[in-house]
C-alpha cells in the first residue's frame, strides 16, 4: 500500500502500538481499573522495547557488540530516580518531574556512552563487547557500595514510583519517540552510513564516511534510550537495586534482538514483548531447579538462530527454507518490490583480511548473479 | 612486614590462575581470531568433574578425569560451536560464544543444582614463611603454574605444531598456502586452551572448596582482562597480565578503603590500557588488512 | 507481503494484549476463596534457596496442622508460594499472581531485598504481612508490615554489646559483605554501637560469586573474635580456607544468616577447629519445649537438611496470624472465607498494633509487636560448634 511518500510498512509500528496505547490508555483514564499484572507486564513490555530497539541499533544495524546495555540502564535507572527523588517534594510527582528525570537519566547514560565508546570504537569489534560488559561491572559495584545518603548502597535506591493506572500510558508513550527517533535515523543519510559501516568498514571509510563519528553517534544513542529505560524502570519500582542490572541482563536483551531478528526492529520489538511475557509466565510455571530451563532456552536460541542465519555451509539450505521464501510463495511475487539488501548484510565480512580474500574466492558465494554469466 | 609478604604470595599464585585462564584466552584469540566467551566455563566444569571424579576418593584420578573431560568439551564446542562459523561475521561468532557459555552454566545447574557443591581435593595445610601463614595450596599454584608457562612457551617456540600455531596467528591466509593444517591447529589450540582452563578449575578448588554454576563466569572476564592488559594474542603478555591483576586485586583486597571497588579498579585498568596504549604491554601493532 | 506478514503479526499481538485485558479487571480476587489463602515469596532457587524451601515447608506444615485441627471455625488455609530468587524485579509479577491468586495475608518475602519491593506493593493493596525472615530495619515501616525475626540493626546492637561487653580494650575483626543490605544493615549499626575502647579490623567482599577469602584471612589472622554478619555459604568458605590460620581457640560469631551452616552438604563443621556461634531466636538443639517439638515434626516430615530460624520463625509466623485472627473472631469481628485482603488487613493490623502476644511459640517463649512493626522477644547466643581442644 502506497499514498504518495506513505508507505504503510514504515509506519505499520507505529499505528498499531499508537491504537494499543491509544485504547488501553483512554480505558485506564477513563476509570477502568486493570490488573496489577497487566499493568506490570505492560510497564516491563514497554521497557524492555526501548531497550531492544536501542540495542538493536548497536548490534543490528552498527554491527558492534555491546554487553554493557543493562549498565547504561543502570545509570538512567539510578540518576533518573535520584533526580526524581529530590524533585518529588517540590515539584510533586507528575509528568513534569517524570521529563527531567528522563532526561537527565537519558543525558547520563550518553554521557557514559561516549566515555566508553572513545576508547573501544577506535578498536576491533570484539574490544567494545568486553569493554562494555566491564563498564557494566564496574557500574554495578559503585552504585552497589555509594553511600546509603548518595544512592542507597546496598539496599538500593528508593525512587517515587508513579501511579500504576498511568505509567504503562507514558511509557508506550516513550516507546513511539524511541521508535520515532531510531526508526528516523536508521532510514537518514546517517542510517546508511551506518549500515554501511556494518557491510564494509573500510569501504566505508575509504567513500568518505566518518566511520569514528557515525560509530559514536550510534553507541551514544543506543546509550541514552537504555537510560529511558532506566528511568521507566525506576519510575515502575519502589527500588532500584544495582544486582538487577548485571551481565545476564545484558545478555537478556540480546536474546530479544536476536530472537527478532538482526536489523528488524519490528522483530525487536515483538521478540521483546514475546520474552517478557515468557519471562512473567515461567516465573510462576517453572520453579526449583527448573526456573534454570529459561536460561537453557535463551542459550539455545542465541546459539541456533546465529549458526542458523550466519554459517556459511547452511547459506543454500537459508535460501530455500527461510520464512520470506515460504510467504513468497503463497502470495503473488511482486516483480516491482526492489529487493532488501538486509538479509545479505551478515554474508559481508566486516573486515575482509587475507584469508577471508582466499575463502571468497574459491566457494562463489552468490548464486542470485547466476543470470550474468 | 609479613603481611605484605603474605600479600605477595597469596598475589602471585591468584596472578598465576588468571594468567593459566589468560593463556587459554590469548591462544585461541591469536589462532582463530574468536573471543571465546565460553572459556572460563570451561573452569566451572573442570571443578565439577573434579568434584565428579572425587567419588572415586583419588585427587589424582579426579584431576586427570577434569583434564581430559575439558579437553574434549573444548575440541567439541569448537567443532560444534565455532567451525560452522568460520568466514561469518565475527559478531556472529561472538554472539554464538555467548550463548555456549550460558548454555554451559545453565546445563550446569540443571545437572547439579545451584547450591554450591563442596568439594576437598586435597587438604595441604598451611606452613610459616617468614613469620607469615601461607596456605600451601598457594604455594603448589604458584610453582605448577610456573612449570606450565615455562613448559608451553618451550612448546610454542621449540616444536613443529608450536612453531605452525604462531605461523597461523600470524597469516592464517599465508600459513594455509604453506600446507599447515589450519583446522587442526585451531582444535590444538582449543585443547591445549581447555586443559589450562581445567587446571584453573582445580587451583580455585585448592583455594576454596566450592564449585557453582557461576564459578568461571568472573574469573573469565578478568583473565580476558589480564590477556588485554598483557597484549592480546602475546603468550608472555598473557602471564605478566595475569600476575599483574593478581598482585592488584590482592593489593586492593588489603586496603579497607578501596576493597569494595575491586573489582571496579580491576575493569577500570581495562578501560584505562585500551584508552592509552590498546595493544597492552607485549602486544604487537596489527594492521587491518584489505 | 511482507507488510501482510508483519500486520497479522502485530494484530495477533494487539488480539492477545486485549483479550488478557479482558479477563478479570478490577478487585475482588477473593471472592471465590474457598480457604484463607497466604501467600509467600522466597528464594526456592539460588544461593539462599535454604531459606526459602526451610519458609515454605514450614509455614505448609503449620498449615496442615491446623487444617487437620479443624482450621478456623471449620476454615480451612492455604498456601501459595512463588520463587523470587532473592530478585527484586521479579517481586512484582510474583506479588500481583499471589493477589490474584486470591491472597488474603501474607507472610511477605523470606529476604531483604526483594521486601523492599514487596512492603510498598502491598501497602499500595493494603495487604497485612508478617514476614518471618526478611531482617531489613526498613521493612516493617508500612503500617500493614510487621517482623517476626529481629531486624537487622537491632542483630547488630546486639551484637555490639556482647563485644562491649566482652572485648573492651581488646582487638576483635569482622568480616561482611559489603554490597548486601542484610550483611552491611547489621555492620553499620554493629560499629555505630561499639564501645570506642574496642579496636575493629574490618575487611569486605562483594562479588556474590566469591569463593577465595586468602586476603581477608590474611587480614584477620590474628583476631580471636571474629563478627561475621554474612551467610552460611561463604561463611563456610571462610572457615575452611582459615583453618589452618586464623588461630585455633578463636570465635567466629554470626547472626541468623549463620543458621543451617552445620546442614550443608559436604562441609564438616566439626573439621573446623575454632568456635561457631551465632546470635539467634531458635535453638534448633533444644532438649524440650516447642523449639524441640517443631525441630522432631519438620526432620520427620522434610529431613534435617533444610532445618532452620528461617522455617521455625515461618512456622511461628502462620500460627500468630492464625492466633490474631482467631482472636479477633472471639471479640466478636467477623471474618468470611471470602473476606478481602484489604478488609482482613485493618481487622490484623487493629490486633497486632494493639498488643496481640503469642506465646509458646517455637522462636520465643512470649512475642508482642511494637506498633512500628519490630518484634519484641528475646536473642540469645547459640554455639553451634565449640573449639576444639
Known amino acids: 500500500m502506497k499514498i504518495g511518500n506513505f508507505k504503510l510498512r514504515h509506519y505499520i509500528n507505529y499505528i498499531v502500538i499508537g491504537i494499543l496505547t491509544l485504547v488501553l490508555g483512554t480505558m485506564s483514564l477513563t476509570g477502568t481499573r486493570f490488573d496489577n499484572s497487566l499493568l506490570f507486564l505492560l510497564e516491563k513490555v514497554a521497557i524492555s522495547i526501548i531497550l531492544a530497539v536501542s540495542l538493536s541499533l548497536v548490534v543490528g544495524f552498527l554491527g558492534e557488540l555491546s554487553l554493557g546495555h543493562a549498565g547504561f540502564m ?300 | 612486614m609479613e ?46 568433574l573434579i568434584y565428579v571424579g572425587m567419588a572415586t576418593q583419588m585427587p589424582l584420578a579426579a584431576v586427570l578425569l577434569a583434564v581430559v573431560g575439558c579437553v574434549v568439551l573444548g575440541i567439541c564446542i569448537e567443532k560444534v560451536a565455532y567451525r560452522p562459523l568460520r568466514g561469518a561475521s565475527p559478531l556472529a561468532v561472538l554472539i554464538t560464544a555467548i550463548g555456549v557459555s550460558y548454555f554451559m552454566q545453565s546445563m550446569a545447574q540443571i545437572i547439579f543444582g545451584s547450591a554450591p557443591k563442596m568439594v576437598t581435593v586435597y587438604d595441604f595445610g598451611a606452613v610459616e614463611l617468614f613469620g607469615a601463614t601461607i596456605q600451601v595450596s598457594s604455594l603448589v599454584t604458584l610453582a605448577v603454574a610456573t612449570v606450565v608457562m615455562t613448559v608451553l612457551t618451550l612448546f610454542v617456540k621449540y616444536t613443529r605444531t608450536g612453531r605452525a600455531m604462531i605461523a597461523v596467528s600470524e597469516d592464517n591466509g599465508a600459513a594455509q598456502l604453506m600446507g599447515i593444517d589450519v583446522n587442526r591447529i585451531i582444535t590444538i589450540t582449543f585443547a591445549i586452551g581447555s586443559a589450562l582452563a581445567a587446571l584453573a578449575g582445580l587451583f580455585y578448588l585448592l583455594k576454596a572448596p566450592a564449585v557453582s554454576s557461576t564459578l568461571g563466569a568472573m574469573p573469565g572476564i578478568k583473565a580476558f582482562t589480564a590477556a588485554v592488559i598483557g597484549g592480546i594474542g602475546s603468550i608472555p603478555g598473557a602471564m605478566l597480565g595475569g600476575i599483574l591483576l593478581g598482585m592488584i586485586e590482592s593489593v586492593s583486597y588489603k586496603i579497607t578503603a578501596i576493597a569494595p571497588y575491586t573489582d571496579a579498579i580491576e575493569f577500570s585498568i581495562l578501560i584505562l590500557i585500551l584508552l592509552v596504549r590498546p595493544t597492552g604491554f607485549l602486544g604487537k601493532k596489527r594492521r587491518e588488512k584489505v | ?95 500481583s499472581a499471589m493477589l490474584e491468586g486470591g491472597m488474603q495475608v501474607s507472610l511477605g518475602t523470606v529476604t531483604t531485598q526483594p521486601g523492599l519491593e514487596f512492603k510498598n506493593l502491598s501497602f499500595e493493596d493494603n495487604v497485612f504481612f508478617l514476614t518471618p525472615s526478611a531482617t531489613g530495619d526498613d521493612i516493617p515501616t508500612n503500617p500493614n508490615g510487621y517482623q517476626m525475626c ?127 556461634t551465632m546470635l539467634s531466636h531458635f535453638n534448633g538443639k533444644s532438649e524440650s519445649g516447642p523449639a524441640k517439638d517443631f525441630v522432631d515434626k519438620y526432620t520427620a516430615k522434610y529431613g534435617a537438611a533444610t532445618l532452620n530460624q528461617f522455617g521455625a520463625a515461618a512456622y511461628d509466623c502462620v500460627y500468630a496470624i492464625y492466633g490474631a485472627m482467631k482472636k479477633a473472631m472471639a471479640e466478636g469481628t467477623d471474618i468470611p472465607v471470602n473476606i478481602s485482603a484489604s478488609d482482613l488487613c485493618d481487622i490484623l493490623k487493629a490486633q497486632f498494633a494493639g498488643g496481640y502476644t503469642m506465646t509458646g511459640a517455637v522462636t520465643g517463649a512470649t512475642i508482642t509487636w511494637d506498633a512500628t512493626g519490630y518484634v519484641n522477644k528475646v536473642a540469645t547466643k547459640y554455639v553451634i560448634k565449640e573449639a576444639n581442644g
Not at chain 1, 150 to 157: A, M, R, V
Not at chain 1, 276 to 294: F, H, I
Not at chain 3, 199 to 204: G, K, L, P, R
Request: charged share 15%.
Open chain 1, 74 to 373: 543502570c545509570v538512567g535507572a539510578y540518576l533518573g530516580g535520584k533526580v526524581a527523588t529530590l524533585l518529588v517534594p517540590m515539584l510533586g510527582n507528575g509528568p513534569l518531574t517524570f521529563l527531567i528525570a528522563l532526561i537527565a537519566g537519558a543525558g547520563a547514560a550518553a554521557i557514559c556512552g561516549i566515555i566508553i565508546g572513545i576508547p573501544a570504537l577506535r578498536l576491533r569489534g570484539d574490544y567494545l563487547a568486553i569493554v562494555t560488559l566491564a563498564f557494566g561491572e564496574i557500574v554495578k559495584s559503585l552504585f552497589q557500595n555509594s553511600s546509603d545518603d548518595s544512592f542507597g548502597g546496598s539496599l538500593g535506591l528508593e525512587t517515587p514510583r508513579y501511579d500504576k493506572h498511568y505509567l504503562f500510558i507514558l511509557a508506550f508513550l516513550l516507546v513511539l519517540v524511541t521508535l520515532a527517533v531510531i526508526q528516523n535515523l536508521i532510514r537518514s543519510k546517517h542510517g546508511r552510513a551506518i549500515t554501511a559501516i556494518r557491510d564494509n568498514e573500510i569501504a566505508a571509510l575509504a567513500s568518505g564516511t566518518n566511520v569514528t563519528k557515525y560509530k559514536l553517534l550510534a553507541f551514544t544513542l543506543s546509550a541514552a534510550f537504555a537510560g529511558v529505560a532506566g528511568v521507566l524502570y525506576s519510575y515502575s519500582n519502589y527500588t532500584v537495586q544495582s544486582a538487577k542490572f548485571g551481565y545476564n541482563y545484558s545478555i537478556e536483551i540480546l536474546v530479544m534482538v536476536v530472537l527478532g531478528g538482526m536489523g528488524s526492529i519490528n522483530g525487536s520489538i515483538l521478540a521483546a514483548a514475546l520474552i517478557t511475557w515468557l519471562n512473567t509466565k515461567l516465573a510462576t510455571v517453572l520453579t526449583g531447579d527448573l526456573a534454570v530451563l529459561q536460561n537453557l532456552l535463551y542459550a539455545l536460541i542465541l546459539i541456533v538462530i546465529v549458526i542458523y542465519n550466519n554459517a556459511p555451509a547452511l547459506k543454500g539450505f537459508r535460501d530455500k527454507y527461510n520464512l520470506g521464501a515460504l510467504a513468497e510463495k503463497l502470495i503473488k511475487h511482486d516483480p516491482a518490490r526492489v529487493k532488501d539488501d538486509k538479509a545479505k548484510w551478515d554474508v559481508v565480512p566486516t573486515k575482509i583480511s587475507m584469508d577471508e580474500i582466499l575463502s571468497v574466492d574459491l566457494v562463489p558465494q552468490d548464486h542470485d548473479q547466476g543470470g550474468s554469466k
Open chain 3, 150 to 276: 529481629f531486624a537487622d540493626g537491632n542483630q547488630g546492637k546486639n551484637a555490639a554489646q556482647y563485644v562491649n561487653e566482652n572485648f573492651s580494650g581488646k582487638t576483635i575483626g569482622v568480616f561482611y559483605k559489603s554490597d548486601e543490605a542484610y550483611s552491611k544493615g547489621i555492620f553499620d549499626q554493629f560499629k555505630a554501637n561499639l564501645d570506642p575502647s574496642v579496636q575493629v579490623i574490618e575487611t569486605s567482599f562483594s562479588d556474590a560469586n566469591a569463593t577465595d577469602f586468602t586476603t581477608q584471612i590474611d587480614t584477620l589472622k590474628n583476631c580471636e573474635f571474629i563478627f561475621m554478619p554474612i551467610y552460611y555459604t561463604p561463611a563456610s568458605l571462610f572457615m575452611t580456607q582459615a583453618k589452618d590460620i586464623i588461630k585455633p581457640n578463636a570465635t567466629y560469631y554470626g547472626c541468623d544468616g549463620f543458621d543451617g551452616i552445620d546442614n550443608i552438604e559436604g562441609f564438616d563443621i566439626t573439621a573446623i577447629p575454632q568456635a561457631v
Open chain 2, 3 to 48: 603481611q605484605i609478604f603474605s600479600t605477595l604470595v597469596n598475589g602471585l599464585s591468584l596472578g598465576g590462575i588468571y594468567a593459566m585462564i589468560a593463556l587459554g584466552y590469548t591462544m585461541v584469540y591469536g589462532i582463530a581470531k574468536l573471543l571465546n566467551f565460553a572459556h572460563g566455563d570451561i573452569i566451572m566444569v573442570g571443578g565439577y
Open chain 3, 1 to 95: 507481503m511482507k507488510l501482510i506478514k508483519t500486520t497479522a503479526i502485530l494484530l495477533s499481538l494487539v488480539l492477545c494484549l486485549s483479550l488478557l485485558s479482558a479477563c478479570g479487571a478490577g478487585g475482588g480476587y477473593t471472592a471465590d476463596n474457598t480457604e484463607f489463602v497466604i501467600g509467600v515469596s522466597g528464594p526456592l532457587t539460588g544461593s539462599a534457596a535454604m531459606y526459602g524451601q526451610a519458609v515454605v515447608n514450614s509455614a505448609q506444615m503449620a498449615i496442615d496442622e491446623i487444617n487437620a485441627a479443624g482450621g478456623l471455625n471449620g476454615i480451612k488455609f492455604k498456601l501459595i508460594s512463588t520463587d523470587d530468587m532473592n530478585d527484586a524485579s521479579k517481586l512484582s509479577a510474583n506479588y
